[in-house]
């Protein structure tokens, strides 16, 4: 159901790895996988996910990765209620679809980080927002738009 974890390369320049502009001993190589989900109603959707793995650009060259291997194990997700970056909390909010709203919990936003790992047996853990009028509300005035943006044509 879930596809392979594969290695991709930027889209303008090919590079796998990806060298911080911050420090250029250090970078990024981003994974993607299309994970099945299914629903409460017995609905599935498929999706891609992506997370980067980040090291020193010497340990990640050394990995000799090129776009479109194939690796073993799986991308996974954590969403919590405390912020993974304390520096910039905002980075991790748990974003529902193109809404900008950010999902909560009373409130209280939720953060969500994805990672890869080599252990097929680690769960992604998922906290229930309960904003959902919010969303709702967003979701309406997303679909307004658009049909405002057809009228105009």
């Known amino acids: 159901m879930n596809s392979k974890v594969t290695v991709t390369a930027d889209e ?3 590079a796998v790895v990806i060298i911080s502009k911050n420090n250029t001993e250090w970078g990024h190589i981003r994974l993607q996988q299309v994970k099945s ?3 409460e109603n017995g609905f599935t959707r498929k999706k891609a996910i992506s997370a980067l793995v980040h ?3 010497e340990d990640l060259k050394s990995f000799n990765w090129s776009a479109g291997k194939e690796l073993p194990g799986k991308i996974a997700f954590k969403e919590s209620l405390e912020p993974f970056n304390m520096n910039n909390p905002e980075r991790d909010y748990k974003i529902a679809g193109k809404t900008g709203v950010v999902c909560c919990v009373d409130g209280q936003p939720v953060y969500r980080k994805t990672f890869y790992t080599l252990s097929s047996s680690t769960e992604d853990v998922v906290i229930a927002h ?3 009028e919010d969303i709702k509300a967003a979701y309406a005035q997303v679909s307004e738009n658009v049909v405002s ?3 105009d044509l």
């Open 149 to 151: 943006d057809l009228t």
């Open 130 to 132: 309960n904003n959902t």
């Open 55 to 57: 090291g020193t650009v």
């Open 37 to 39: 989900s299914f629903d």
């Open 12 to 14: 303008s320049t090919g």
